[in-house]
């Protein structure tokens, strides 16, 4: 890396340390801080909730960072496509049956196909065009579907009950089952994703269109083809994080527009098109989130903040993110 | 590039030429200020120049073409030649300028059209006289040669020594031996970001670096 | 353009004007309110055009001014007692001090990555409007001491929309907006002609950011309520952009056209499908990006109707 690719890696470094530290300092100078054996016990449970959520959060970010990555589309629909996960898992749960584990079997093509189509009609003209043409596109079909949603299920927030048990790690720290469970499913499926791009032919097609469309044209590489195929991973991904999201918390159609711009943070952070930086960015974002809501006074408001607040500073001291290079 | 030196005496044409990746255009790129030098001057005028940005030096009197000409593809030829700065003159003046020039490379016609709707010939014929809308003292000319028919290129060469004739000085990275051989008084070569020979025409064609260079080390 | 032109072009301007101006008594409430957001939005489509139209910076945050605009009209007559119209040039420089301050470090963005800051940054200014409860009362918004202020206000509309097409116009033309369109174009040649980047961007930026804050300051002196949510309404930040889009970036009659149109349909789609015309906007925008994103100038050039470029 040259010089000033490295020095701001250390910047980047440095601003993240300060981040995790500063709700630690505000929690001091309001009091929401203490040092006893209960609150450091608060205070693991909410890490570890984090790092659980992490899973999930990164779920949402490597659809996001791959349509980015190698298509160059900020694709403003991708929190509406998480939520479409979510409720579709509610449909096959209350409507079917189905585990909501399971139920990924019939959800995942589903939303596979979903990608096919909005690829093939919206976005295949739109691929070499300035980057306002791909977000109003996107944006119009995001608002389209919470639209569609609401009349189909209402503004109501639904939950789907399953695994409400809790795991106890230790007499202060206990976290929730559906959690870890959904920790899991985060991990194994990030895992076989990364195994697909990493050993596969179809894999390392997408990764080299990623690098380069025209240079990967010349090799044989269908790129069309490689953006279809893209698309549609990259909403099976989010309806997957969906689908997890809706084991955890209630949702309603607008919940996707923070998920949006969360995910947004997080392919910044992590870098753009870069699948282990999602993942990791996921992690970090979570945990901060976490420190926040618990030590910093108006917690669930100012977690909105702390993601704008990262995003933006990632994007002034280094634009490429941890794993991408300076500039992106 | 690395420890290069030049000197390129006021009010001549010189060349510089050089295989390709051997650093031409990262040296037109370092004195303009498009990158930032690691250490060295540039000198012009007597100031130092190095660290500048691209638009202070051009205020300073030095402008430059691209290898692939950068005109602005979404605005017509007259807006073109009209967003150059520096002026300071009234928007009258700075349109009869523009028109005198576009006349002269005859695309009077076409000073309502679309750059990007331009042929390429036209279009590097927009670049070069868009860079002259300034009257700057030191013209650096990158390629001018590329792609252009022999009567244009005959156009363009004659205006050169024009500009010279009045005073000015031009650098001209090319590829085209018969550009470089039959109109510059100086040749710079360069190899591997590096100077290797320096000197008139006549002396650089029998330099055995400069040949090796080119074509290789001859296989005795 | 000709003088002569220019001349003809104040003039159809002025009795525009003079119509808009006559009309609010003759006009029945509705019909007058509607015609406000329709020049409200023509103020802000056109704002937003310098930014994103002329200089190529795509802002998705630009309602953060409208807010700010807002909040600073809300704040300063309900606390503290001004009349409404200085705080429509308090809430303007105010923003005007934001957008230097978010816009020295934002600008050196490119592309997509300056389009997500903006958002970031927008919905940023939502959540301290709603956090910073001593100054903003938060989430319980500001409601403005009441008044029968449906003309005033309208006459206020009128002005602002006057002069940002009259700025608008005359930076369009000029070759201030001219290197605004070459920074556009291609910004590293653009620097090697001698345009200071960085300062025109700005200074663009900026000039963007004045108009919505007044109008947001009127927007809130006529509905007398406003709270976090209703201002920094993404919405509005869509809305900009499709309406400058839909008419044709770039150009000056573009937005006013497409802000119109827009409005005007959006208005009578809702009047007439209250529940199908939000999905009708949502599909609407992505038509209208997908098939025709240089807009019904755009086209117009292309058919030879209208002239290529702005100063002839």
């Given at each position: 890396m040259e010089r000033s690719d490295v020095r701001s890696l250390y910047l980047l470094a440095a601003f993240l340390i300060c981040a995790y530290a500063l709700p630690f300092l505000i929690g001091l100078s309001y009091g929401t801080v203490r040092a006893d054996e209960r609150w450091l016990g608060y205070l693991a449970t909410v890490v570890l909730s984090g790092i659980l959520q992490g899973g999930?959060?990164?779920?949402?970010?490597?659809?996001?960072?791959?349509?980015?990555?190698?298509?160059?589309?900020?694709?403003?629909?991708?929190?509406?496509?998480?939520?479409?996960?979510?409720?579709?898992?509610?449909?096959?749960?209350?409507?079917?049956?189905?585990?909501?584990?399971?139920?990924?079997?019939?959800?995942?093509?589903?939303?596979?196909?979903?990608?096919?189509?909005?690829?093939?009609?919206?976005?295949?003209?739109?691929?070499?065009?300035?980057?306002?043409?791909?977000?109003?596109?996107?944006?119009?079909?995001?608002?389209?579907?919470?639209?569609?949603?609401?009349?189909?299920?209402?503004?109501?927030?639904?939950?789907?009950?399953?695994?409400?048990?809790?795991?106890?790690?230790?007499?202060?720290?206990?976290?929730?089952?559906?959690?870890?469970?959904?920790?899991?499913?985060?991990?194994?499926?990030?895992?076989?994703?990364?195994?697909?791009?990493?050993?596969?032919?179809?894999?390392?097609?997408?990764?080299?269109?990623?690098?380069?469309?025209?240079?990967?044209?010349?090799?044989?590489i269908n790129v069309r083809r490689i953006y279809l195929i893209t698309s549609g991973l990259g909403v099976a991904l989010a309806v997957a994080g969906g689908a997890l999201v809706s084991i955890q918390f209630g949702f309603n159609p607008e919940t996707g527009v923070v998920y949006t711009l969360q995910a947004f943070a997080i392919i910044i952070l992590g870098g753009r098109g870069h699948y282990v930086g999602a993942l990791i960015g996921g992690l970090m974002l979570a945990v901060l989130e976490s420190l926040v809501s618990l030590m910093v006074p108006n917690g669930t408001a100012m977690v909105e903040l702390a993601a704008y607040g990262l995003m933006i500073f990632v994007l002034l001291i280094r634009p490429g993110g941890l794993m991408g290079v300076k500039e992106a | 590039m690395d420890g290069c030196s030049f000197v390129v005496p006021r009010g001549t044409i010189s060349g510089l030429i050089g295989p390709n990746g051997s650093g031409k255009t990262t040296t037109f790129n370092l004195l303009t200020g498009l990158l930032e030098p690691d250490g060295g001057q540039v000198i012009y005028n007597g100031e130092n120049l190095a660290g500048l940005k691209p638009y202070q030096i051009f205020r300073r009197g030095i402008t430059r073409t691209f290898q692939v000409t950068r005109i602005f593809r979404e605005m017509t030829v007259l807006e073109n030649m009209l967003s150059v700065t520096g002026l300071d003159v009234p928007e009258r003046v700075a349109r009869e300028r523009a028109e005198e020039l576009i006349a002269f490379v005859n695309l009077g016609h076409l000073r309502s059209e679309y750059g990007g709707r331009l042929s390429y010939g036209q279009q590097k014929l927009l670049e070069f006289v868009r860079a002259l809308m300034t009257d700057p003292d030191l013209i650096l000319l990158d390629e001018p040669a590329a792609g252009v028919n022999r009567t244009l290129l005959g156009h363009l060469l004659d205006h050169m020594h024009r500009l010279q004739e009045q005073g000015k000085t031009i650098v001209i990275v090319e590829h085209d031996m018969n550009v470089i051989m039959n109109h510059c008084e100086r040749i710079f070569v360069m190899d591997y970001g590096v100077k290797i020979a320096e000197g008139p025409p006549a002396e650089i064609q029998r330099d055995e670096r400069v040949v090796e260079a080119y074509f290789g080390r001859r296989r005795a | 353009m000709t003088p002569r032109e220019h001349l003809r072009n104040l003039a159809l301007l002025g009795a525009a004007g003079i119509v808009l101006a006559l009309t609010p008594y003759t006009l029945s409430v509705y019909l007058r309110t509607f015609a406000m957001f329709t020049m409200m939005y023509v103020v802000l489509a056109l704002s937003w055009n310098i930014i994103s139209g002329f200089t190529g910076y795509t802002s998705f945050g630009h309602v953060a001014f409208y807010g700010i605009g807002a909040y600073a009209c809300a704040i300063l007559v309900t606390d503290y007692r001004w009349h409404w119209l200085p705080t429509l040039g308090a809430g303007a420089v105010l923003a005007a001090v934001v957008a230097i301050g978010i816009g020295y470090p934002v600008l050196r963005l490119k592309g997509p990555y300056f389009a997500i800051a903006m958002l970031g940054a927008a919905e940023g200014t939502r959540v301290v409007a709603t956090v910073w409860d001593s100054l903003t009362h938060g989430g319980l918004g500001i409601s403005l001491p009441s008044g029968e202020n449906s003309i005033p206000t309208y006459y206020a509309m009128l002005a602002l929309m006057l002069v940002t097409i009259a700025v608008c116009y005359v930076v369009g033309h000029s070759r201030f907006g001219i290197r605004l369109n070459a920074i556009r174009e291609d910004e590293v040649a653009a620097e090697a002609l001698g345009i200071n980047a960085t300062l025109y961007k700005l200074a663009a930026f900026t000039l963007s950011a004045v108009f919505p804050a007044a109008a947001g300051g009127i927007q809130a002196y006529k509905v007398l309520y406003i709270d976090p949510p209703a201002v920094f309404f993404v919405q509005i930040t869509i809305a900009m952009a499709l309406m400058s889009m839909l008419g044709g970036k770039g150009t000056i009659i573009g937005p006013i056209v497409g802000a119109v149109m827009l409005y005007t349909a959006q208005e009578l789609t809702w009047v007439n499908f209250p529940t199908a015309h939000l999905i009708a906007y949502g599909l609407f925008i992505v038509l209208v990006a997908r098939f025709m994103p240089r807009g019904l100038v755009g086209l117009a050039i292309d058919r030879g109707w209208v002239r290529k470029g702005m100063i002839h």
């Open positions: 999930v959060y990164a779920m949402f970010a490597v659809g996001l960072t791959l349509i980015f990555g190698v298509m160059r589309i900020i694709n403003a629909a991708h929190g509406e496509m998480v939520m479409m996960g979510a409720y579709l898992t509610w449909v096959c749960f209350f409507w079917l049956g189905l585990d909501p584990l399971l139920s990924l079997v019939l959800t995942l093509p589903i939303a596979f196909l979903f990608g096919l189509a909005v690829q093939k009609l919206l976005l295949d003209a739109v691929v070499g065009q300035p980057e306002l043409t791909a977000l109003l596109v996107t944006f119009g079909l995001g608002l389209t579907m919470i639209y569609v949603a609401e009349l189909i299920f209402t503004t109501d927030f639904r939950t789907i009950p399953y695994a409400p048990g809790t795991v106890q790690l230790s007499p202060t720290i206990a976290v929730g089952q559906n959690k870890v469970i959904s920790f899991g499913m985060a991990v194994a499926i990030s895992a076989g994703v990364y195994l697909f791009l990493k050993l596969s032919r179809l894999g390392k097609a997408i990764r080299a269109t990623a690098l380069n469309a025209e240079v990967a044209m010349v090799c044989g | - | -």
